[in-house]
C-alpha cells in the first residue's frame, strides 16, 4: 500500500491552481510572485473608469531652447601643431593661412589686446577665471575689444604674421596663475 504523503484541502479550483503553480518546472520559470499575481488578478477582475474621478486638463509645456557650446576647444578648424610646448617655446603653433579664423579656447572675457611690429605682434588676452588666461599671437587682424566676454564660438581674430613671427601660424600659450603650462593639460584629446 502506498502512503499518503500530505493531504490537501480547498476547492477543486484553488487545487487545480495549486497543482499547477507547485510544479518545480513552473516555479521556477515564473516565480512564486508571478504565480500570486496571476491568481489573483484572474480571482478579482477589477474595472476602473478614471473619467468619473478625475478631472481631464490640459497642460501646455514651455517652450524649450537649446544651445550647445564646447566648454573647451583647439583654437582653429583645421588642426596641424608646428612646434610644440618646450621650456624656451612655452606654447603651441598652429599651422594655417592668413585669415584662418582664432578662437579662444574657452569663455571668458577678453583682459589685453596689444598691437607691436615684434615679439607677439598682433594678440589677445582671454582670461577664463581661475586665474587662467589664454594668449593667441602673432593675429593679421584682432576682431573683439578690452573687457568683452567671448565665447569658443566667438571669433577673436585672424591667423596672420606680425611680431616676431616666421610665417603665417597661431602661437597660443595658456597661464595658470601668470605661469605658462602645457596647453595639451587642456585641450581635448
Known amino acids: 500500500m502506498g502512503e499518503i504523503r500530505s493531504a490537501k484541502k480547498g ?5 487545480f491552481f495549486r497543482h499547477i503553480f507547485e510544479h518545480k518546472k513552473i ?3 515564473l516565480g512564486t510572485n508571478l504565480a500570486l499575481a496571476v491568481i ?3 480571482l478579482f477582475p477589477s474595472r476602473i473608469n478614471f473619467q468619473d ?3 481631464v486638463a490640459t497642460i501646455v509645456a514651455p517652450e524649450l531652447i537649446f544651445t550647445t557650446e564646447r566648454p573647451v576647444r583647439y583654437p582653429i578648424e583645421k588642426i596641424k601643431i ?3 610646448y618646450k621650456p624656451f617655446h612655452p606654447g603651441l603653433d598652429f599651422e594655417g593661412e592668413t585669415g584662418d579664423s582664432v578662437y579662444p ?8 589686446i596689444s598691437r607691436s611690429r615684434v615679439g607677439y605682434g598682433n594678440a589677445v588676452i582671454v582670461n577664463h577665471g581661475g586665474d587662467m588666461t589664454s594668449l593667441y599671437a602673432h593675429l593679421s587682424k584682432i576682431k573683439v575689444e578690452k573687457d568683452q566676454n567671448v565665447t569658443t564660438d566667438t571669433i577673436i581674430g585672424e591667423m596672420g604674421s606680425s611680431g616676431t613671427s ?3 601660424h597661431l602661437h597660443l600659450e595658456i597661464r595658470e596663475s601668470g605661469s605658462p603650462v602645457n596647453p595639451y593639460s587642456i585641450l581635448p584629446h
Do not use: H, P, Y
Open 40 to 42: 489573483a488578478s484572474s
Open 105 to 112: 579656447v574657452m569663455a571668458g572675457e577678453v583682459e589685453d
Open 27 to 29: 516555479k521556477k520559470l
Open 11 to 15: 476547492n477543486k479550483l484553488s487545487l
Open 166 to 168: 616666421s610665417g603665417d
Open 53 to 55: 474621478s478625475f478631472d
Open 82 to 84: 608646428t612646434q610644440g
